[in-house]
Each structure stands twice: as C-alpha cells, then as structure tokens.
C-alpha cells in the first residue's frame, strides 16, 4: 500500500476495528435477505449507525437506511452508497458463515460493501475530520429490482440533497488492494423481454395441417442473434441473449404456444432504441410469415452506469494517494452486468469503482457463482477509501 500504515491514523484504527467488522459481516452472510425483505440487516445497520450517533433515517423503498453525520459549519454534502441485498442462490461453501436461508445466499458481496461502508461510518463519526454532511447511504434490491430507482423516485436526494454520490463494488479478477475506475461506462444498461408465440397445436404425425411455434422460436433465436452483429453499428458494443425458451408438454403433441425470454445489455440508449424496435419487428414478421402471431413484452430495467468525469478525477487521485498509481486501473474494460446504482448517477453526479476481491484462491472465484465470498481482507481498504474520499471531498478547517 502507498499510505504509511504506521503513521495514518485512519489506516489504524480501521485495522483495530477490522476483526469486529469481519464479525458483523459474517452476521449479515449467515443471515442473507432478498430484494425489499432486508428487514434484519437494516435493523443491524440502524442500531450500529445510533450507537456511533449517527442520525438514521428509514423508509426509502422499504428497507433502505440513511445515515446522516455532520460535522464543522461546512455547506456541502456528498452520498456514500452500498447495496445490502443477497440472491435467490443455494450456497454450496462449507464455512461457519455459510448461509442458514435455503435458497438465499449473499453472492455477490453485499454484506462485505454494507460492511465497509459500517467501518468508514464508525471512523469518520469518531474522527469528524470533515466539514459538512456525509450521507451513508443503505440500498435494499440492487438485484433485478430496482432498489436503488425507487429511493431516487421516493426522493432520496429531494430530502438528503448531495453535491455528489459515490458507489463501490468488489469484483473478483482484480488483486487485493488494487483498485479499477474510468469515466463514462462503467456497467451496461440491463433490459428484459419476452415473447409469445401464438400459433397452431395438433397432432404430432399431422405437421402440414397445424403451425408448429417451436419451429417459428427457433428462427427466431437466430434472427435475433444477427441484430448486433448485422444491425448495430460495429464500433459499439451490446449483447443480446435468449436465456429461455418453453413449449409443450409432451410427445405426440404440436403445442399452441412458445414463449421465449432472455436480457439485452448495452451502453448508448440509441443502440437499446434500435434493438428493441428489431426484437418487435423480427417476432412479429417471422411469426407471420409462419401464419402465426407474436407478442413482444420489453421491460426497460436498469441505464448504463455512466461515471461523471470531475468526480471520477478525484476518485482516481484518492484512490493512487491512497493505494499508490500502479494498484489503480484507470482504463479498464466496462462490464456487461447491470447496476441499479445508475439511477442515483442520473439524479446525481458522481463516481463508481471497483475494488479487487482477489485474482487467485477462493477469493477469485466470480460473483453469483455459489462458491463465492466476499474477502474480509478488502473490509479496512474499503473502508479506508470512503474515508479518505469524504476527507478529501469535505476539508475541514
């Protein structure tokens, strides 16, 4: 690391604390709660938050907890943000923290963010070497729900106004230590669709006197498979997959229907315009062209994740202040994945960046994968990153 780690005070205490919040984080993985159910890690987070004397406040999209903390006669306040939410995932790791809900299991490192984001509150409450306002900012639903859109449009920022919000996500690949982040795309925009094949059942033996959907889905699936290659301008880049297809019951029968669902990711709106408009088009066409009918349901989800280019820059500058410039990638590839923590960029300036998990050992293994955990080693660089960025962002006197 860059810091003098016997010098910094912050560096210290957060490796004091770090054996109470490997604890705290190993709670919120036994204990994993789905979108909007995050009723336990929410009540942990508000009685940890008030035992600091940071003000709570609850409601915001059912689960979601903002911490409020102040400190000098500073005007300015930033947002701190970090996701709570675990996944409908069979944990198949052996370690005492495994999970104890069947079918839910923190896969993706929500515990170890809303852990981080925990140690930085403590310090910065003890420390107050700040001037102004930090909101922590709690957010249920990250996964496939939306979370992070309903505390926007539940007026988040109308009632906790920020000059910039900030969020962090730890990805496996990246070393411990080692930090990622750019300006502009950081995650793709992530859309769902599905569509129904109405045609004609009978018969198996009897094909020439019914119309097969599953012949009709399965042109389509290819037709489909042309619209970046042949469609979308080559510069660009998207991704257009059919994740599911479903048809009849049994063998000796030509079904009535096929249906036919799957996920689009892309990072230019006029490129989501121009694929939804093809899936309409190709569905409807081909399906007539059989004699059958088609119908296209496209439900817009989550808008790329867009860095603003000022915050980015001091992101950047804390993180090679802090870590040193070769742990900070500051040009790396955008992932494909959705971020619902877009929605709070679009009402907000400010900055998201990942934090290495690991490039070898248990801790490389990749998120959503039931093998995986957070790696407890990343809870103080985490933590001591939110505290220099709010340091920095808010100077005291």
């Known amino acids: 690391m860059h810091i003098e780690k016997q010098t910094d005070t912050a560096w210290i205490s957060l490796q004091e604390t770090h054996k109470k919040f490997t604890q705290i984080r190993h709670d919120i993985h036994r204990h994993p709660e789905t979108a909007f159910e995050e009723f336990k890690t929410a009540d942990l987070i508000a009685e940890q938050l008030q035992s600091w004397g940071i003000e709570v406040h609850r409601g915001f999209a059912t689960t979601g907890v903002v911490g409020i903390l102040k400190a000098g006669d500073g005007d300015d306040a930033i947002g701190l943000r970090a996701d709570m939410d675990a996944l409908h995932l069979d944990e198949m790791n052996s370690f005492d923290h495994k999970s104890v809900h069947q079918g839910r299991m923190h896969g993706c490192g929500h515990d170890g963010h809303t852990t981080m984001l925990l140690a930085a509150a403590e310090y910065l409450a003890k420390s107050k070497n700040f001037s102004g306002t930090v909101y922590f900012i709690f957010q249920p639903a990250e996964e496939n729900e939306g979370g992070g859109k309903v505390m926007v449009e539940e007026g988040l920022f109308d009632k906790f106004p920020v000059k910039a919000v900030f969020g962090m996500h730890n990805i496996p690949g990246i070393p411990l230590g080692s930090f990622a982040v750019r300006p502009g795309a950081m995650m793709a925009g992530y859309d ?34 042309t619209i970046v290659s042949r469609n979308m301008n080559p510069m660009h880049s998207a991704v257009v997959s059919v994740t599911r297809i479903a048809a009849g019951e049994t063998y000796n029968v030509i079904p009535e229907t096929a249906t036919l669902a799957g996920t689009v990711r892309y990072f230019n709106i006029d490129d989501q315009a121009l694929i939804q408009q093809r899936l309409e088009t190709l569905a409807v066409n081909i399906a007539k062209a059989y004699g059958a009918t088609a119908k296209v349901e496209y439900r817009v989800g989550y808008p790329p994740t867009l860095n603003s280019v000022d ?55 990749m998120v959503h994968n039931p093998n995986y955990d957070f790696n407890d080693e990343l809870i103080p660089l985490g933590a001591l990153y939110w505290v220099k960025l709010a340091e920095k962002l808010l100077p005291s006197d």
């Open 311 to 365: 915050e980015t820059a001091i992101c950047t500058d804390v993180l090679i202040d802090v870590f040193g410039a070769d742990k900070v990638d500051k040009e790396p590839e955008p992932l494909m994945a959705g971020e619902d923590f877009a929605f709070m960029l679009q009402k907000s300036p400010g900055c998201y960046v990942w934090a290495g998990n690991g490039s070898e050992g248990p801790h490389s293994c």
């Open 192 to 225: 769902r669709f599905d569509i129904t094949i109405k045609a004609k059942g009978g018969h198996a033996a009897m094909p020439d006197k019914f119309i097969d959907p599953i012949v009709i889905a399965t042109d389509l699936v290819g037709a489909i498979n």
